[in-house]
């Protein structure tokens, strides 16, 4: 039965619906790609124990999030680890991240259990 599966051919219009489809999915990758790249022209950069981080945050918080992590973003949901410095202590958080490419903001879930996602902003260079 699975023989059958495999040698099932697509007609024409199949396959042009298909290569249509993958065609419309890199388009929509490379626009994420290129959107997230015009964002970080401009944004700082902070060396922290020979890593790379950006600081993001919005009216409440601030968080270092690798630069690694940032540049490789996509419209896909990642976890993230957080980190966090304080006055007496440095505290890291798991949370989720992504890239609204619509927005052009970085989307952060600071909760593994209720997802909400929230806008924040990466300082940019003075």
């Known amino acids: 039965m699975s023989d059958d599966v ?11 619906r298909v290569m249509q489809q993958l065609d419309e999915q890199r388009r929509q990758e490379q626009k994420a790609k290129e959107s997230l790249k015009r964002y970080l022209k401009n ?10 981080y ?6 409440k918080n601030s968080f270092y999030i690798k630069k690694s992590i940032i540049e490789a973003l996509d ?8 980190e966090r410095t304080g006055y007496t202590s440095n505290r890291t958080q798991k949370g989720f991240i992504k890239w609204d490419s619509m927005r ?18 990466i300082e940019e260079e003075y």
Do not use: C, H, M
């Not at 052009?104 to 902003?121: D, T």
């Open 6 to 16: 495999s040698k099932k051919r697509l007609s024409a219009e199949e396959k042009a």
């Open 75 to 82: 419209t896909t949901v990642q976890e993230v680890e957080l």
């Open 43 to 52: 944004k700082k950069v902070y060396d922290y124990r020979g890593n790379e």
């Open 104 to 121: 052009e903001a970085v989307l952060l879930s600071l909760s593994k259990i209720r997802i909400y996602y929230k806008p924040f902003e």
């Open 54 to 59: 950006y600081k993001v945050k919005d009216y």
